[in-house]
């Protein structure tokens, strides 16, 4: 269900100096199938399309870009209007990489590139013994972070969830999910991936997968009373943050007002006043876009 031009979160796609290692976070840690391989990228994903995770082959880490499912062929079109009207530099008038059948990607406010497309090709669910039913949502730290949520409202029609402190944070929300997107004001880097699983027995067995790894989680079980959530986090090979969740908010009313919080309020965590002070010092810049140019995947 989605009342706006995108229906869905579609995938997140990130350049890696360490394919083989990233592909194995994904699959060994979090627990997504990979779907495909092409000479430079590594596609993954937990529900049954083609893909909801690419890692690119680079000699840098950082953001390649964010997909986004339009709700039909007509939302691609307007979509397509609104970005020609805005001037946005349009880097493929086609898709980017496999597994879609129409699309196209533009660089959108500070570096970001943003993929909407249509069609893309279902995947074989295979059996796992672990892993989550899908990709939910991207956190990221834009530093005009009410210069994006206005993009992201004007441009691509999300709608505001939750309104944290003056021009602090934003969480918007373009189907039921109370966030697809959520900002919060930074160095404009992507600070996590969100996954969504379907129990809280679920973030504890992360944790044993990374102790038995020698890593760990930098945050969490947590819940977040913006989304209310209950969420675990843990740092993958590329220097982005990956959360794994359960239990978000669902919006059924599309005329819902945005809930404000203060900024000092604690709409982080609902079960105490801790939050690690590194945690967001993570995350990925987005790739220059002359790298970006270049590839055709």
């Excluded at 497309?117 to 005009?144: C, K, T, V, W």
């Excluded at 993570?282 to 876009?289: E, I, K, Q, S, Y």
């Amino acid at each position: 269900m989605s009342w706006g031009l995108i229906s869905a979160m579609g995938h997140v796609s990130i350049q890696t100096t360490n394919l083989a290692q990233s592909v194995f976070d994904a699959t060994q840690i979090l627990g997504l199938r990979e779907t495909e391989r092409t000479p430079d990228a590594a596609y993954l994903a937990a529900a049954n399309v083609h893909h909801e995770l690419v890692y690119v082959e680079s000699d840098v880490n950082g953001v390649d870009g964010f997909g986004l499912v339009a709700a039909s062929g007509d939302a691609l079109r307007e979509i397509r209007r609104r970005v020609d009207a805005e001037n946005f530099t349009i880097l493929s008038n086609g898709p980017r990489g496999a597994g879609v059948q129409d699309g196209f990607s533009f660089i959108g406010p500070e570096g970001f590139v943003f993929e909407i497309y249509i069609g893309m090709q279902e995947g074989i669910a295979l059996q796992q013994s672990f892993g989550p039913d899908r990709y939910g949502h991207i956190n990221f730290h834009p530093r005009d972070v009410g210069g994006m949520m206005r993009f992201l409202s004007r441009v691509l029609d999300f709608r505001l969830s939750d309104v944290i402190g003056d021009d602090f944070a934003y969480f918007m929300r373009c189907n039921p999910d109370h966030h697809g997107i959520a900002l919060v004001r930074g160095e404009g880097t992507l600070h996590h991936h969100a996954w969504q699983t379907q129990s809280i027995a679920d973030l504890g067995k992360l944790g044993d997968r990374l102790n038995k790894l020698g890593r760990e989680l930098i945050w969490g079980p947590v819940r977040h009373g913006a989304g209310h959530n209950i969420a675990a986090y843990y740092v993958e090979n590329s220097g982005a943050v990956v959360e794994l969740y359960t239990d978000l908010e669902q919006i059924y009313d599309d005329a819902r007002p945005p809930v404000v919080w203060g900024e000092d309020e604690n709409w982080y965590n609902m079960w105490g006043q801790y939050r690690p002070m590194e945690f967001r010092s993570f995350g990925l810049a987005p790739v220059d876009r002359r790298s970006l140019s270049s590839l055709h995947r």
